[in-house]
């Protein structure tokens, strides 16, 4: 069975033109157009507004969720996880990894088409673009037309715009590692740290260059994911998919002709809205960020002639192919990914409901390994680690558990240890030689 699947997919490879490589050469001016899966992009895309507002949320006397680098704590709603328990960030990576696997298997680029930040930023900018400067061919005029003042104050304004978001992303950033208000006033009397100073800087420049200018060429050439990802999709992965037996041979519309069979109408819809420039009609593509859009685009062109929709719509190979496509539970991949995250899941709430209140190291001092008193009696000598995790200032009184006639000293006082701080001391433990 697998072997005769491997055998329909390079048919089906075989088959497939030789694919045009957008190269940047030309600037991708991309219609918009309203849809279904334009909707969902804008849903999608709106969850990145907690990037934005995150860190003006507070929880109780702080910042709801702070990365206090310069402090080594990570504030989460009232839970403080210290270095020590950092172990939890790897479970919390796991499970990222392994939702970014899930997606990628069932949806191929589902993530880059809906949710990831240089395609949700480079779709907010053209929408300014659009606004500022119009549709696409007004777009291409405008660039062809010489300087003049008209011109000047279009391009300025949307600079400005695109500037100005590219510093409020930038200060975004940087607020997430410190108190969120005070950020603000440091900026505006000055008096930010130079490390402000250079993520503001960077996220600047780099949301404006890459959103503004290199857009989808960061999709092709930079983004590391997009590299890895198509060894993830197999045959029932669904993605944008041009019905080439109903579309072909593509004809142009003819309204005075009876009975003509209506495929792709050749209107080139699907590819004027796309953002990376491609045509699906020629098959998927390396540049494809499975952002739907051109369903949309086709969809509205069907509905306009009176045909069905879904000349593109989302199949995979093995649905093209005529299979039955396997379902999520069927395939080892997305069961593994699956139960992986699971694990991870588990593993961050059992972390963080075990998070102790302090950390206590006990080391015997060596030298030398005991000490015989005058009265008879062993004595030993120990160091004590005490590190306070608890958020706020404690006293801690040190006892010791063993035998009836065993004493104590050194731990007099209770030993003050500041939040987040480490305290160290030096404990007596006596006991009769028998
Ligand atoms: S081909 Fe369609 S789904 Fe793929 S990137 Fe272009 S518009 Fe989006
Ligand atoms: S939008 Fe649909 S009908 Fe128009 S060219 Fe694309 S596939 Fe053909």
Redesign the pocket.
Known sequence: MQQQENCQTLAAVAEAPVWELNTGSNKIQAKRMSGRFRTIKWLTASTWLIFFVGPYLRWGDRQAVLFDIAGSQFHLFGVTVYPYDVWMLSFVLLFFAMLLGIVTVLAGRGFC?YFCFQTVWTDLFSWIEARMEGPPRARIALDATPWNLRKLSIKLSKHVLWLTISMITGVSFAAWFTDAYQLWVDYFTLQAHVSAWIVLLMFTAGTYLLAGFMREQVCFWLCPYARIQGVLYDNNTLL?TYDEDRGEPRAKLDRTAENQRVGCVDCDQ?VA????G???REGQ?I?????????D?CDSVMDKINQPRSL?RYNSLAGILGDRPRRWYQRPQVLASAAMIVISVVFVVYGLNNITEAELSVSPKRQPTYVLMSDGAIQNSYQLRIFNKSGADNNYRIEVDGFDDMLVTGNGKPLLVEAGRRASALLYVKVSRE
């Open positions: 088409g944008p699907c809205v796309c953002p990376t491609i045509d699906i593509q540049g494809c960020i499975t952002c739907g859009l051109c369903i685009a593109i």
